[in-house]
């Protein structure tokens, strides 16, 4: 009674409320049930990389192998006897288990990872085990046993895996307090892996999925708790308003991953028209475009708002030794390759214990039949004289065996049949003792040599089970997507300038321009002040709006042109500035900061733009000049917190546009990565040229394909790309192609005239290529010449194409380059060439974006370059908690 009164206590409360303490036996069970969960059902040993109910169902299908296939529920059920739990899990974890394509040899409607298709019921289909686990899961002899649950039978404790099977099918699961989730990886690289870490040599291991895709593996951490795997559909384009998808992230299907791309589509982040899905043996899904936008962006936008992009963080969790154990994949696959070295030597060590125990009967059968020994118990009377006899019999001839005779060898002697020993011949017994001498010498050098013999059994499983298993996932770096660069503008924004607002709701006012839900909008009001806020139905900013526009981060190149008078009779000052960070709903002052302060002109411009206006001034007093122009090209660009230059100290009456301006800022460099296969602006990778805003890059394609392209970031490339350069529109490309239909080899040299439009500029024939291209002014080839029966390989041929054929069009045909049969042909070095300058129509003087104060400026400011001690607190986030844009 007072245990009982100990583990639970009822203490009433002056408002008849119960409190119940619940200790003793409760405080256990929550501890057992995780350890079992744990334990028992959701994490995979590290051993033979199988969880329980996996174990199970591999050891009955042993159980019942005889080579031929057997009905799933007839497994699923032999599995129950070994399995403390419904047909239903066991039937789900064989599936996963036939769906991995590694240990079962399935046959019927096992369902379809790429589409999620769910598998036929178990009494449809059927399985057995496949060459592989049958090389590598089973060995009864070295395997540990225990009793089922039941006591009727015997499980694996683990099976003898000799393999790092965990690694090639990857696990995951869900337990109480803590989860696994292994990915798959590459058998052959895991093979391969396997055999540096023996020959001590260092190793790097990531994931391989079977829906293949593109994955990014830079923090993968080695499977470790923290990583990240960022994995990418295989999107390309069909043609300008067609998109096909053929490979999916792991852990989509193509069900999943076209509701999200309708999803995307309903909330207005991208624009598709239609969607088919001709997914079968391969994905194929077509996604087709309106009219007008653009490919390229639509698949950075499906990576940025559908699951074309998923991330998964993997988490090495094992069991060892009844432990929950936190480990890396590289540390698995070492552990792995050790405990088959292991298993491999304890094969060997019972397969030499059985040939020697062969060795030593056939050697005492030989004694016991060549001299005659049988004959020496013809008059015993009883068994323990006949063993005595046979034991005496033996001794003279035994000196060269390995082992003392026991009894039990005696008594298998006397069960040798007479009919065998009247047919005993003493060579073919010789010849089985020197064979199996040879077999024991040849397990005995293994043992000696065990790490050359498990490097050999490695090798020999990856030439009998390694063909169709090369990688399928492709390996690449990943620029991170700008969502506001990608969205599709589906919203109308509009503003009322007189009262302050602006909207996507304010219908009746005036329309800005088209945007999307996650924008940033940047204001300017007359009085000076600059806010940016996000998109909304209605906000307020402030009253007389002057500017209003969609505000892009980082954005260097936007300029903002300003003349403003400072307070209510100050002077009148000009500045150039660019916004490219600040915090969210927070007002600037882009004046001096005194009151009444008015901005006379305003423009903005996404070029840099300088254009000249014409300043009035009010007749007052003797004044003499009341009227010039102001040339912005002459105004430095500095910070926004920057005063400005004086343009007057008297009053103005009003400010004009007199000319619009051009590009004061420097070309553009634009950068190409190899790695993302992408443009960028921040210098990594190498330089493709300085661009001004008419530039364009040329692109040329093993196809046979050419076309011209703006540069932007978002631009996808193809795989056959093999020309990219700015492109000099008087430069000629010349071009040596082979004619499938005339089975000839082509000389051509053309302009691009049709600016953004892709053309071929070799025949359509399905057996023509393209062999050279060239961008060079005097470009020279290499003619190999085919050596023809009978007669000599004709030399070498240098070809001047620039002298061999004038510039044509892109669609002729050209002029043939030699009758005889070509081996290759080969690109030289060009001849040497000056090419002409390239001559722009706005080449003036270029200021650079960071300038620095010249000494005939007129700035009062302290420190007009650096930002104030407020602009600087503004670009962090604050204690109110604004959230500072970058």
């Known amino acids: 009674m007072s245990e009982a009164n100990d583990d639970l206590i009822n203490e009433q409360e002056d408002n008849n409320e119960t409190i119940t303490r619940v200790t003793g036996m409760y405080k256990d069970w929550f501890l057992d049930y995780a350890s079992y969960v744990i334990l028992e059902r959701a994490v995979p040993a590290i051993e033979d990389g199988f969880k329980p109910v996996q174990r199970r169902i591999m050891h009955s299908m042993k159980d019942l192998d005889d080579g031929r296939y057997n009905k799933v529920a007839n497994i699923v059920g032999h599995t129950m006897q070994y399995h403390p739990h419904g047909d239903a899990s066991i039937a789900d974890a064989m599936v996963q288990i036939g769906q991995k394509d590694l240990l079962i040899d399935t046959q019927g409607n096992w369902g379809n990872i790429l589409t999620g298709d769910s598998a036929a019921a178990s009494r449809y289909i059927e399985a057995r085990l496949s060459k592989f686990a049958l090389d590598v899961v089973y060995n009864p002899k070295v395997t540990e046993w225990s009793a089922s649950y039941d006591g009727r039978r015997k499980e694996p404790v683990n099976l003898p895996v000799k393999f790092p099977l965990l690694l090639a099918q990857g696990g995951e699961g869900i337990a109480v307090g803590l989860s696994t989730k292994i990915l798959p990886h590459n058998f052959l690289e895991l093979v391969d892996a396997s055999i540096k870490h023996l020959q001590g040599k260092r190793f790097k291991i990531v994931p391989d999925f079977p829906t293949a895709g593109i994955a990014d593996f830079t923090d993968y951490k080695d499977g470790l708790r923290g990583g990240k795997v960022r994995i990418r559909a295989k999107i390309s384009q069909l043609d300008k308003n067609t998109l096909v998808i053929t490979e999916i992230p792991f852990g989509t299907n193509t069900s999943s991953l076209i509701d999200s791309i309708l999803k995307a589509n309903d909330k207005g982040k991208i624009k598709i028209k239609k969607i088919e899905d001709n997914t079968a043996a391969d994905v194929e899904i077509l996604v087709h475009l309106p009219s007008g936008i653009s490919p390229d962006k639509t698949i950075d936008a499906l990576y940025a708002f559908t699951n074309c992009e998923t991330s998964i963080s993997p988490l090495g969790c094992v069991i060892e030794d009844n432990k929950p154990l936190f480990i890396g994949v590289s540390e698995m696959l070492r552990r792995s390759t050790d405990h088959t070295v ?51 019999g033996l001794q003279p001839h035994i000196k060269h065996l390995k082992r003392a005779v026991t009894e039990e060898d005696i008594v298998r002697l006397t069960e040798i049949r007479i009919k065998r020993i009247s047919k005993f011949d003493i060579d073919k017994a010789q010849q089985k003792i020197d064979a199996l001498e040879e077999q024991i010498a040849e397990v005995k050098h293994h043992l000696a040599n065990l790490i050359d013999y498990a490097i050999a059994y490695f090798e020999r499983l990856k030439k009998e089970y390694g063909s169709g298993k090369e990688r399928k996932t492709e390996i690449r770096t990943f620029d991170d997507v700008d969502a506001t660069k990608v969205v599709i503008r589906n919203t109308k924004l509009y503003v009322n300038r007189a009262e302050g607002f602006i909207g996507t709701s304010l219908r009746k006012d005036e329309y800005v321009c088209d945007c999307s839900d996650i924008d940033d909008i940047i204001v300017f009001t007359k009085e000076g002040t600059m806010m940016v806020t996000k998109v909304d139905s209605k906000t307020f900013v402030g009253k007389d709006i002057i500017h209003v526009a969609v505000f892009k981060k980082k954005d260097k190149r936007t300029i903002y042109n300003m003349i403003y008078r400072d307070g209510k009779s100050g002077p009148t000052y000009v500045k150039r500035f660019a916004v490219t960070s600040v915090t969210r709903d927070r007002e600037y002052d882009m004046t001096n900061r005194n009151k009444n302060s008015v901005v006379w002109y305003f423009s903005a411009n996404p070029n840099g733009e300088a254009e000249v206006v014409t300043v009035y001034l009010r007749q007052v007093g003797s004044i003499k000049k009341l009227k010039w122009d102001l040339d912005f090209a002459d105004v430095l660009i500095k910070g926004r917190a920057s005063k400005g230059n004086i343009v007057t100290k008297y009053a103005v009456k009003k400010i004009e546009l007199k000319e619009k301006g051009v590009s004061t800022l420097k070309p553009r460099k634009i950068w190409f990565d190899d790695t993302v296969q992408r443009l960028n602006v921040d210098g990594r990778g190498e330089l493709v040229g300085e661009f001004r805003g008419e530039d364009r890059i040329l692109i040329i394609k093993q196809s046979g394909t050419i076309k011209t392209i703006i540069p932007e970031v978002t631009t996808h490339f193809d795989d056959d790309m093999i020309v990219m350069e700015k492109w000099i529109p008087k430069k000629p490309i010349s071009a040596v192609y082979f004619d499938g239909e005339k089975e000839r080899y082509y000389v051509k040299r053309f302009l691009v005239e049709n600016e953004g439009k892709e053309e071929s500029f070799i025949s359509d024939h399905p057996n023509s290529q393209l062999e050279i291209v060239s961008t060079d002014w005097k470009p020279m080839a290499e003619v190999e010449f085919t050596k023809e029966r009978g007669k000599d390989r004709k030399d070498n041929l240098e070809v001047n194409l620039e002298e061999f054929i004038a510039i044509k069009g892109i669609n002729a045909l050209g002029n043939q380059l030699t009758k005889d049969k070509v081996n290759q042909v080969n690109l030289l070095d060009p001849l040497p060439y000056e090419a002409p300058e390239e001559v722009h129509a706005e080449d003036i003087e ?41």
């Open 342 to 392: 292991q298993l491999l030597k304890n094969e060997l060590e019972i397969k030499l214990g059985e040939f020697e125990e062969q060795w030593h009967f056939a050697s005492l059968e030989r004694i016991f039949i060549e001299n005659r020994i049988y004959r020496d118990i013809e008059e015993e009377e009883t068994w323990e004289g006949v063993i005595q006899a046979i034991d005496k």
């Open 846 to 886: 270029v200021i650079d974006e960071t300038a620095v104060t010249s000494e005939k400026e007129e700035d009062t400011s302290a420190d007009s370059n650096s930002k104030t001690k407020e602009d600087d607190a503004s670009d962090k986030l604050d204690d109110q908690g604004q959230i500072t844009l970058f």
